[in-house]
Protein backbone atom coordinates (compact mmCIF):
# COMPACT_ATOMS: atom_id res chain seq x y z
CA UNK A 1 0.00 0.00 0.00
CA UNK A 2 2.75 2.61 0.80
CA UNK A 3 4.10 2.56 -3.07
CA UNK A 4 0.58 3.39 -4.15
CA UNK A 5 0.42 6.29 -1.67
CA UNK A 6 4.27 7.87 -2.60
CA UNK A 7 2.73 6.92 -6.47
CA UNK A 8 -0.48 9.33 -5.41
CA UNK A 9 1.90 12.05 -3.45
CA UNK A 10 4.39 11.96 -6.58
CA UNK A 11 1.34 12.06 -9.08
CA UNK A 12 -0.08 15.10 -6.73
CA UNK A 13 3.74 16.82 -7.06
CA UNK A 14 4.09 16.48 -10.47
CA UNK A 15 0.47 17.97 -11.18
CA UNK A 16 0.93 20.85 -9.16
CA UNK A 17 4.24 21.93 -10.49
CA UNK A 18 2.65 21.62 -14.17
CA UNK A 19 -0.48 23.36 -13.25
CA UNK A 20 1.77 26.05 -12.08
CA UNK A 21 4.57 26.05 -14.68
CA UNK A 22 1.99 26.76 -17.35
CA UNK A 23 0.37 29.32 -15.15
CA UNK A 24 3.47 31.07 -14.76
CA UNK A 25 4.39 31.04 -18.95
CA UNK A 26 0.70 32.22 -19.62
CA UNK A 27 -0.35 29.08 -21.20
CA UNK A 28 -3.13 28.76 -18.99
CA UNK A 29 -5.40 31.40 -16.55
CA UNK A 30 -5.55 31.32 -12.66
CA UNK A 31 -9.86 31.76 -13.14
CA UNK A 32 -9.63 28.69 -15.90
CA UNK A 33 -11.43 25.82 -14.71
CA UNK A 34 -8.84 23.39 -15.77
CA UNK A 35 -6.13 25.30 -13.66
CA UNK A 36 -8.71 24.54 -10.95
CA UNK A 37 -9.43 21.49 -12.15
CA UNK A 38 -5.40 20.49 -11.39
CA UNK A 39 -5.11 22.30 -8.53
CA UNK A 40 -7.76 19.83 -6.95
CA UNK A 41 -6.20 16.62 -8.59
CA UNK A 42 -2.74 17.70 -7.35
CA UNK A 43 -3.82 18.88 -4.12
CA UNK A 44 -5.85 15.81 -3.45
CA UNK A 45 -2.94 13.49 -3.80
CA UNK A 46 -0.08 15.11 -1.78
CA UNK A 47 -3.32 15.46 1.41
CA UNK A 48 -3.76 11.74 0.82
CA UNK A 49 0.46 10.71 1.03
CA UNK A 50 0.57 13.88 3.82
CA UNK A 51 -2.07 12.14 5.92
CA UNK A 52 -1.20 8.23 5.23
CA UNK A 53 2.72 9.47 6.45
CA UNK A 54 1.66 11.23 9.47
CA UNK A 55 2.55 14.79 7.69
CA UNK A 56 -0.68 16.28 9.18
CA UNK A 57 -0.06 20.19 8.75
CA UNK A 58 0.72 19.42 5.27
CA UNK A 59 -2.76 17.41 4.97
CA UNK A 60 -4.37 20.24 6.59
CA UNK A 61 -3.01 22.23 4.14
CA UNK A 62 -3.83 20.54 1.10
CA UNK A 63 -7.53 19.61 2.18
CA UNK A 64 -8.21 23.61 2.09
CA UNK A 65 -6.25 23.67 -1.32
CA UNK A 66 -8.66 21.39 -2.72
CA UNK A 67 -11.40 23.06 -1.35
CA UNK A 68 -10.20 26.31 -2.36
CA UNK A 69 -9.95 25.15 -5.83
CA UNK A 70 -13.70 23.28 -5.67
CA UNK A 71 -15.16 26.64 -4.56
CA UNK A 72 -13.69 28.24 -7.76
CA UNK A 73 -14.83 25.60 -10.14
CA UNK A 74 -18.16 26.38 -8.72
CA UNK A 75 -18.26 29.90 -9.04
CA UNK A 76 -16.45 29.27 -12.69
CA UNK A 77 -19.59 27.30 -13.14
CA UNK A 78 -22.21 29.45 -11.70
CA UNK A 79 -20.78 32.67 -13.95
CA UNK A 80 -21.08 30.71 -17.23
CA UNK A 81 -24.74 29.79 -16.48
Given at each position: MQIIVDIVGWAGAIIILASYALLSTGRLEGRSPFYQ?????????IAVNSGWNGA??????????????????????????
Open positions: FLNVAGAAGVPSAVLNVIWVGIAIYALIRSQSARA
